[in-house]
């Protein structure tokens, strides 16, 4: 089954650009998602990605997919104090429920 | 169009004990997830119910059972408590099955701790 990997902390400065990267073991996973989890919160659907996809852009959201490696980040651009919270990374493939990381904690200072 | 639904928001149990949670899904959503949140594991998928039927179960001992209701409402049970059941149980809803969309969509999660 699927397998997903990210570090898990990141701290940027406010008006910077944040990367949150996320390994996936599975190839055959068909869409790849980022959620964010505010304190307190439950987790928000941020943007998602078919396997397809080499990049998909929303706003100040840009998710890459390097399908060859694995390899899927979340690149937020001006990162803002609201911005803090933990992101997760999750796949989906086959008849298995979606499976997450264990969330990138992401810090933001003013 | 009301959220995810989920109660209590908060409790407190002792070892042994047995805790019922409770989740409304959004209106229309057939699907309901649960999953099982701790600082060292991460998210950890419970089970899905759809239209009152178990489609998946995580590996997660007998203690943890869940069901829904025709309304689409959704229990899950923990019996016989452990310290390590201390965590946030969140529950999801989505249109389609859990294991056709990762668009899902989440309730604030009821926190359970176990003294």
């Known amino acids: 089954g699927e397998d997903v990997e990210q570090s898990l902390f990141l701290s940027v400065r406010e008006g910077d650009s944040s990367v949150i990267n996320c390994t996936y073991t599975?190839?055959?996973?068909?869409?790849l998602y980022w959620y964010k989890q505010e304190p307190g919160a439950g987790l928000q659907l941020l943007t998602y990605?078919?396997?397809?996809?080499d990049m998909k852009q929303d706003q100040r959201l840009t998710v890459l997919l390097n399908k060859k490696d694995k390899h899927l980040s979340l690149r937020i651009a001006d990162t803002q104090t609201g911005d803090s919270a933990i992101y997760f990374c999750?796949?989906?493939?086959?008849?298995?429920?979606?499976?997450f990381g264990k969330g990138t904690r992401l810090s933001v200072i003013a | 169009k009301a959220g995810v639904t989920q109660t209590p928001r908060y409790l407190i149990k002792t070892r042994g004990q047995q805790v019922t949670l409770s989740c409304s899904p959004i209106?229309?959503?057939?699907?309901v997830s649960w999953y099982q949140q701790t600082p060292g594991q991460g998210l950890q998928f419970l089970f899905e119910?759809?239209?009152?039927?178990?489609?998946n179960k995580g590996n997660f001992p007998g203690r943890f059972s869940g069901r829904q209701f025709s309304n689409s409402r959704s229990e899950m049970n923990v019996s016989t408590l452990e310290l390590g059941d201390s965590a946030l149980y969140l529950c999801?809803?989505?249109?389609?099955?859990?294991?056709?969309?990762?668009?899902?969509?989440f309730g604030e999660g009821s926190r359970l701790t176990v003294l």
């Open positions: 209106s229309g959503h057939r699907s």
């Open positions: 990605i078919f396997s397809n996809m």
């Open positions: 999750a796949g989906i493939s086959g008849n298995t429920p979606l499976v």
């Open positions: 599975d190839s055959s996973s068909t869409y």
């Open positions: 999801a809803s989505s249109l389609r099955p859990a294991t056709n969309t990762g668009e899902l969509f």
């Open positions: 119910y759809f239209s009152e039927t178990q489609r």
